[in-house]
């Protein structure tokens, strides 16, 4: 499976944008970009993913890179319930299971 | 609430002993997986079934097994258990099995060795 790189850890105060980057320099073609995040004694809840276009949800935004070496969550608006730690996994088509690295743990102060 | 649930939730045990986590998806999902979460592994994969078939194997010792079954939940069986056993056991499930299938998590079973 292809790499993610991201920060360890990040914060950010509360109702700031939040912007959690990971780098995914040997990307394939086929490679789908996923976020996670795991709230504290919780499971992992999915966030978003994309492959090559910008993507929005309710939830967050994704920005990929042109050359989709990199790929950027953007948490518009951060409340103290998105802390969290996140997730950027790269899904090959054809490989369902999720491939968690160590996550970028986001504090939100107040 | 993901809608998947997973029984029990806290299960303390001794080193050499079996125990069972039962996992029941969400309504529809055909496909369930399972992760370990350990403070030094991080989360792993483990097991993947579909619709009753193993589908994906990860790292997954000899010593655990699991099977889906015709209602679709599942049971990931642990036996002679060892202290670095002890990890918080995860199962998710998706609709089919599709690489862009939103995996929903459930709560976890915390696995206790003594």
């Known amino acids: 499976d292809a790499k993610t790189t991201q920060p360890n850890s990040m914060e950010s105060n509360e109702e700031e944008p939040v912007h959690l980057p990971c780098n995914h320099s040997?990307?394939?073609?086929?490679?789908?970009i996923h976020w996670y995040r795991q709230l504290p004694s919780q499971g992992p809840e999915y966030v978003i993913h994309?492959?090559?276009s910008n993507v929005n949800n309710r939830m967050a935004s994704l920005a990929i890179a042109e050359d989709r070496k990199s790929s950027t969550l953007i948490l518009h608006r951060a409340t103290l319930r998105d802390a969290a730690v996140y997730y950027c996994?790269?899904?090959?088509?054809?490989?369902?299971?999720?491939?968690f690295g160590t996550g970028t743990r986001l504090t939100i102060i107040p | 609430d993901s809608g998947v649930t997973q029984t029990p939730k806290h299960l303390i045990t001794a080193t050499g002993q079996r125990v069972t986590l039962r996992c029941s998806p969400r309504?529809?999902?055909?496909?369930v997986y399972w992760y370990q979460q350990s403070l030094d592994q991080g989360l792993q994969f483990l097991i993947q079934?579909?619709?009753?078939?193993?589908?994906a194997k990860g790292n997954i010792l000899e010593r655990f097994s699991a099977q889906q079954f015709p209602d679709l939940h599942s049971e990931l069986n642990l036996s002679s258990l060892e202290l670095g056993d002890s990890a918080l056991y995860f199962c998710?499930?998706?609709?089919?099995?599709?690489?862009?299938?939103?995996?929903?998590f459930g709560p976890g079973t915390r696995l206790t060795v003594l």
């Open positions: 998710a499930s998706s609709l089919g099995g599709a690489s862009t299938d939103t995996q929903y």
């Open positions: 040997t990307i394939s073609g086929t490679d789908y």
């Open positions: 994309g492959l090559t």
């Open positions: 996994i790269l899904r090959n088509f054809g490989n369902e299971k999720l491939t």
């Open positions: 309504s529809g999902d055909l496909s």
């Open positions: 079934y579909y619709n009753g078939e193993e589908r």
